[in-house]
């Protein structure tokens, strides 16, 4: 085991959906300049002199946060598991089910008063 990285993951095989991430590169950048279309504004009349709003430098790192977000979704998807520590868990127990028949049939009149009522007073 190595200690430098202690970690082992269920499913490894979904770490090759990181090789799609060149297209999300690409279509992310693509969506962005098909989505902001730039225009030009006159230099005149203080339009570009106005303080840049925190949505609008938030909406500069969303390329960023999405592509961040694709990794984290592909390494949860891998179940990191720790190997750090091993603990032996042994338990006793009995299990006991309980199942009742609720069809038409348990409404039949040979009990008293039917066959459900007297199935759920039994003990």
Do not use: C
């Not at 339009?47 to 500069?60: I, Y």
């Not at 998807?77 to 032996?88: D, F, G, N, T, V």
């Amino acid at each position: 085991m190595n200690n430098l990285f202690p970690y082992t993951f269920a499913n490894p095989q979904y770490f090759w959906l990181l090789l799609a991430l060149p297209f999300l590169l690409y279509w992310i950048y693509y969506k962005r300049n098909t989505f902001f279309p730039t225009f030009n504004i006159p230099q005149h009349g203080g339009v570009l002199s106005q303080p840049t709003s925190f949505k609008v430098k938030l909406l500069q790192a969303l390329p960023f946060l999405k592509i961040l977000s694709f990794v984290f979704i592909v390494i949860a998807l891998a179940r990191p598991q720790s190997a750090l520590s091993e603990k032996e868990i042994s338990t006793q127990g009995i299990d006991i089910v309980l199942s009742l028949d609720i069809s038409g049939s348990m409404l039949a009149r040979d009990f008293t008063p039917d066959r459900l009522e007297a199935a759920k007073k039994w003990r």
